[in-house]
C-alpha cells in the first residue's frame, strides 16, 4: 500500500477494485483509511469510462471483471461514510454516483449480471450471476442510503425498488429452485444470507444448507473466492456460530491461513495452495480474515444506524481452545477498547473502553444462569444501574468497563 491498494507486490502492483470490495473493512480496522480511500475514489473517478467498465484505479488497460471491480468506486464511499460519517464526501459526489448507476443499468438493462469475473479464485466454479447481481445490488442499496443522506425521497425510493428487483432476481436463480449445476455452495449460500436474499421464514434452511456446505469442504475448511470468502467468514459467524469460523481460520489443514503459515507464508497467497511463480504469494485477497478479527473475536462493529461509530456494536466471541483476545480500533470519537480473557472455567473477564459522546451496544453470549459483575472506571457499579445487565445485552456509554461473568 504505497498510495495505491494495490493487489500484490511483485508482479502487478494494480489497484484492482476486487481487491477492495472484499478487504476494504479489513484495511479500515487496521489503519486510518479515511485519507487513503477518498484519494481512491478520485482514481477511479479519473479511471472510469463512460459506457464500460475498468478493474483498476489508476486504469491499467484492464477492463474484463466487470462490475464486481468497478463497484468498489461506490462501495469504497460507503465504507468511509459508515466508518467514519463522511457525509461530506457522499453530497460531493453524489450526482456522479447517480450517472454511474444509469451506466450500470445500460450495461445491465435487465438487472441480472451475465459478464465478467466471479468469486476469483475459488476451489468450484461460482456464476458471476450471483456474485455480479449481488454488488449490484449492493450498489443499489448504497445509493438508496445516499439518497436518504441527502433527503431526496424520490431516488430513494427508485434505488429501494432496484435492490427488491435485483434481491427477488437472485431469489428466484438460487434459492427457490435447485442449482444442479456444479457450484461453490459455500459461496452460494454465504452470498445468499449475507446479502439479506433468503426470506425470513427460510432461513433456518438456508443455515442448514451453508453449514453442510462448510462440513463439505476440503477438510471442513472454505474452498471460497475473493467474495466468498469475507461473505462466509461474515455469513457462518452470524447464522451458524464463529466458532465455527474459528476452527477453519485456527486449523493448519488445507485449505486454509494456518496452512499458510505453517508452509512458511509471511505473507497471505493470493491462492489456497501456494504457487510457484504463477500467483502471487503476497497478496491482499483473502486478507478479509482480518476483518472477522475485528468483528467477532473483538466484536467491535459499526451501526449503520449511527454511522461514524456515535453508536456502536460489541459483541465479542469466546471460542473454545482460545485464551483471550485483545482488540481496540481507533474511532471518530476514540479508542474503542474489547479485550477478553479466559480466567478459569466458565468464567471470563471483559474489559472495553467507550470513547466521550458515543454508547457501546454491548452483547455478551451464553450469560444466562451466570453471576455478572461490573465496574466503572475502577468503581464496582451495582447491576440494577445498568439496565438489562443480567441479559448480556445492553448499553454502556463513556468509560472504561471491567466485567466479570461467572457460574453462579
Not at 164 to 187: A, M, S
Not at 198 to 213: I, T
Request: glycine share 8%; hydrophobic share 35%.
Amino acid at each position: 500500500m504505497v498510495s495505491v491498494q494495490s493487489d500484490c507486490a511483485a508482479r502487478e502492483k494494480f489497484g484492482y477494485g476486487g481487491d477492495l470490495n472484499a478487504t476494504s473493512e479489513s484495511y479500515i480496522n487496521n489503519y486510518d483509511m479515511k485519507g487513503i480511500y477518498r484519494k481512491t475514489v478520485y482514481d477511479w473517478l479519473d479511471a472510469m469510462k463512460d459506457s464500460s467498465f475498468v478493474d483498476t484505479a489508476p486504469f491499467a488497460g484492464v477492463q474484463y471483471c466487470g462490475i464486481s471491480w468497478e463497484s468498489a468506486y461506490l462501495t469504497t464511499q460507503y465504507y468511509l461514510y459508515l466508518y467514519y460519517n463522511d457525509t461530506d464526501f457522499v453530497k460531493e459526489l453524489y450526482k456522479t454516483n447517480i450517472k454511474w448507476m444509469e451506466k450500470v443499468a445500460k450495461i445491465h438493462p435487465e438487472g441480472m449480471v451475465n459478464k465478467g469475473l466471479s468469486d476469483h479464485e475459488s476451489l468450484e466454479p461460482v456464476p458471476v450471476q450471483l456474485t455480479g447481481t449481488a454488488h449490484y445490488l449492493k450498489c443499489a442499496e448504497i445509493m438508496e442510503t445516499f439518497a436518504e443522506v441527502m433527503d431526496d425521497k424520490e431516488n430513494k425510493s427508485k434505488y429501494g425498488q432496484l435492490a427488491d428487483h435485483l434481491r427477488t432476481l437472485i431469489k428466484n436463480e438460487f434459492w427457490d429452485k435447485p442449482v444442479n449445476g456444479k457450484i461453490n455452495r459455500q459461496t452460494l449460500f454465504s452470498t445468499l444470507l449475507y446479502h439479506n436474499i433468503v426470506p425470513k421464514n427460510e432461513l433456518e434452511a438456508a443455515k442448514d444448507s451453508l453449514q453442510k456446505a462448510l462440513y463439505s469442504g476440503p477438510n471442513g475448511h472454505l474452498n471460497t473466492g475473493i467474495f466468498g470468502t469475507k461473505y462466509a467468514l461474515e455469513a457462518i459467524s452470524k447464522n451458524i456460530s464463529p466458532e465455527e469460523v474459528y476452527k477453519v481460520v485456527n486449523s493448519k489443514v488445507y485449505p486454509g491461513w494456518g496452512f499458510m503459515v505453517d508452509n512458511g507464508a509471511t505473507t497471505i497467497w493470493e491462492t489456497w495452495k501456494e504457487s510457484d511463480g504463477v500467483f502471487s504469494n503476497s497478496h491482499p485477497m483473502f486478507g478479509s480474515v482480518s476483518e472477522w478479527f475485528y468483528r467477532w473475536l473483538g466484536g467491535i462493529q459499526p451501526d449503520p444506524e449511527n454511522p461514524g461509530f456515535k453508536k456502536f456494536v460489541l459483541s465479542p466471541s469466546t471460542p473454545a481452545g482460545l485464551e483471550f483476545v485483545n482488540t481496540k480500533y481507533e474511532s471518530p470519537y476514540g479508542t474503542i477498547v474489547s479485550n477478553w480473557k479466559k480466567e478459569s472455567l466458565g468464567t471470563y473477564r471483559y474489559e472495553m473502553a467507550i470513547p466521550k459522546n458515543s454508547i457501546g451496544m454491548v452483547n455478551l453470549r451464553e450469560v444466562a444462569s451466570k453471576e455478572i459483575s461490573i465496574t466503572k472506571n475502577g468503581v464496582p457499579l451495582k447491576n440494577n444501574s445498568i439496565k438489562n445487565l443480567e441479559t448480556g445485552k445492553f448499553e454502556l456509554n463513556e468509560g472504561d468497563y471491567s466485567i466479570v461473568v461467572s457460574p453462579k
